[in-house]
């Protein structure tokens, strides 16, 4: 295994291109549902006229061509002459998209495991692979690393079974996949399936499918299939000009669990980062007006325990305003608040009020004095009363006991 592979180099996990590719891919988008639609309505009908056809007939395998033309899988091949000079029992490939048993089957008549290989029944129906019987004469179409790459980096570990004397002889077939420059979308994608490989094929201009065969190295006697397996793998990665990895079809499942686990849970933390983002001000705001409400119910407080006689909903309106005590409580006895006092009925005392000496039984004059001065003083004078006559009232209600 090449030192500087790693598993997640040996997949598409986009299909859409890097670079400068793709500048051009939104001026074709509209012009790549058009063609979608228009090869979707043909397709159908060849491969209504293929599936009637039998699959030995070489009509079949020209309409199949022609059919795979018109949806944009073209195909060509390099080597096909060493098939048809020895009747071969299988026929071993890389696998790059779900469309190559496709491809390969619109140059020759093959067959595949469809259970396996996890053939849609559609295919299976179109390629007829249920028409095979063991004793015909048609190749198998095996695909070793048992899973598919991108055919850019490495190949898979490749399975030993396929290697098996008696599957001899075999061929080799080198698949390449390419696309126009402008619409550089990928073949296949980790976690993609046979029905988004297909609507891609339909929708790109074109996908050039290039086969080449080959024949396979020469297997020493004293070779077991795992190790003749490896000689076909590297043999292969070289001729395809990538490297030969330690990586198999089961790890190839692992990563993608892994890949996509970790998609989903960025998605469901950027959700969350999103839904405190848009719920942070709001609640910000809420915290913050709950702080300053009960400050301001706290002051009021304090304000109603100095003037017991003043409505405790006209202190809150005018402390809201003022924001300060000494304010508000100077606006209530200067006269600038208005308001109607609290008679001793309409208040429960627990314990009866003390006594107050006359000196501060009477805490408000009754009007103010003649200059600024002795309504400073007057002004001062109440205040002190007030104060008083509120700390005896404190003083009463908790029995405390104050030289």
């Given amino acids: 295994m090449a030192p500087n592979i790693r598993i997640e180099d040996l997949f598409h996990r986009s299909r859409f291109p890097k670079g400068l590719a793709i500048i051009f891919l939104p001026f074709y988008i509209p012009l790549g549902f058009v063609v979608m639609v228009i090869r979707i309505f043909f397709a159908f009908q060849l491969y209504l006229v293929l599936s009637l056809v039998p699959k030995s007939w070489l009509i079949r395998r020209l309409l199949l061509r022609i059919s795979g033309a018109l949806t944009g899988l073209i195909v060509t091949q390099e080597g096909l002459d060493i098939v048809h000079r020895t009747d071969y029992k299988m026929i071993v490939s890389n696998h790059i998209s779900h469309i190559d048993s496709v491809a390969f089957e619109s140059l020759l008549s093959c067959f595949m495991n469809a259970n396996k290989n996890r053939i849609p029944t559609f295919l299976r129906w179109i390629l007829k692979y ?74 790109t201009p074109y996908s050039h499918f290039k ?155 009754n009007t103010f004095g003649r200059d600024s001065t002795e309504r400073h003083l007057s002004f001062q004078e109440r205040k002190k009363a007030f104060i008083e006559a509120a700390r005896q009232r404190y003083i009463a209600k908790h029995n405390l006991n104050v030289m």
């Fill in 130 to 203: 249920d028409e095979v019987k063991p004793d015909d004469a048609v190749p198998a179409l095996v695909f070793p690393e048992g899973a598919s790459t991108s055919g850019t980096s490495g190949l898979l570990k490749f399975s030993s079974w396929p290697f098996d004397t008696k599957n001899e002889p075999f061929v080799l077939a080198l698949i390449t996949v390419s696309r126009p420059y402008f619409v550089q979308i990928a073949p296949s994608v980790l976690g993609g399936n046979w029905w988004s490989d297909f609507l891609w094929l339909l929708f």
């Fill in 211 to 365: 086969i080449r065969f080959v024949q396979p190295p020469k297997r020493e006697d004293e070779l077991t299939n795992e190790e003749y397996s490896i000689i076909v793998q590297n043999f292969m990665a070289t001729k395809l000009g990538i490297s030969a990895t330690k990586f198999d079809a089961k790890e190839k499942i692992e990563y993608a669990k892994r890949y996509f686990y970790e998609r989903a849970r960025e998605r469901r933390e950027r959700a969350a980062g999103m839904r405190i983002t848009s719920n942070q001000p709001h609640t910000t705001v809420t915290q913050a007006n709950s702080a300053l409400d009960s400050r301001l119910e706290s002051m009021a407080t304090q304000v109603k325990d100095v003037l017991p006689q003043v409505p405790i909903t006209v202190i809150r309106k005018n402390i809201k305003t003022t924001k300060c005590i000494d304010t508000t409580i100077s606006n209530i006895l200067e006269g600038k608040v208005s308001y109607t006092p609290e008679l001793p009925g309409q208040k429960t005392q627990e314990k009866p009020e003390p006594k107050s000496n006359p000196s501060t039984s009477k805490v408000a004059a």
